[in-house]
């Protein structure tokens, strides 16, 4: 269940998200406010608020200003009738941005990518100090290899085996890609395509649609993986404050 806050100086665009609050399964709504000094005290106080739901254009603060306050704590979705303000949303660290009127359809879509965000923050802030590999068979009987998560450089599915590319080998075991993708910890790779999956700490660099990995292997980045791929590239990007 994600908690939620809503601030907007329009008491009718609060209802509208309310509404969608209400309506969407897993969220629930614990405030909303008119004044933008009043939300951030209530967000503040508040035990744990997951996703703040912010107008941009306000006569007292700007969403801007409230965003600096409270986004090192909780997921800010901006919410503005004004389009040009969208770069300077995610330069302000926001999780998505919706014009409106904003439609429910567009609504589901941004809670989705946005919830999704908190459950990989999540998997990486619990991730076991001693969950550090895994075992498998290499096609002979009786013989197990065990591979390190930070050996790992990237995955290849080819039908019903995989191929584990390490820094200094490669193995080929008898899984599906969606089997390895299952077991690994989601904080630590991500699948880029329907035939790779990558480790994160080994991407050299991102040249359009290709990933560089660090020994300069260049893969594919599939269309249906690759919002899901830059959404977690923006958690780790670093932007500049300043207008």
Partial sequence: MSTCYVIDDEEHAIDTIVGYINKYPGLNLIGSSINPLQGIEDIRTAQQVDIVFLDVDMPELSGMDVADIISSFTSVIFTTAFPNYALQAFEKNGSDFLLKPISFERFVKSVTKVQNLIKAKSA????????????????????????????????????????????????????????????????????????????????????????????????????????????????????????
């Fill in 124 to 243: 990486l802030d619990n991730t076991s100090e001693n969950d550090q590999y895994f075992f498998i068979n290499p096609g002979v009987k009786g013989k197990m290899i065990q591979l390190n998560y930070s050996d790992i450089l990237y995955i290849e599915g080819l039908k019903n085996y995989v191929v584990i590319y390490t820094t200094d080998n490669k193995y080929i075991t008898y899984l599906s890609m969606k089997e390895v993708e299952k077991s690994i910890p989601q904080n630590r790779f991500i699948r880029i395509h329907k035939s790779y999956i990558v480790s994160l700490n080994k991407i050299k660099s991102i040249d359009g649609n290709n990933v560089i990995m660090s020994q300069n292997s260049e893969l594919p980045i599939g269309i249906s993986f690759k919002d899901s791929f830059v959404d977690m590239i923006n958690t780790k990007t670093l932007r500049s404050s300043r207008k």
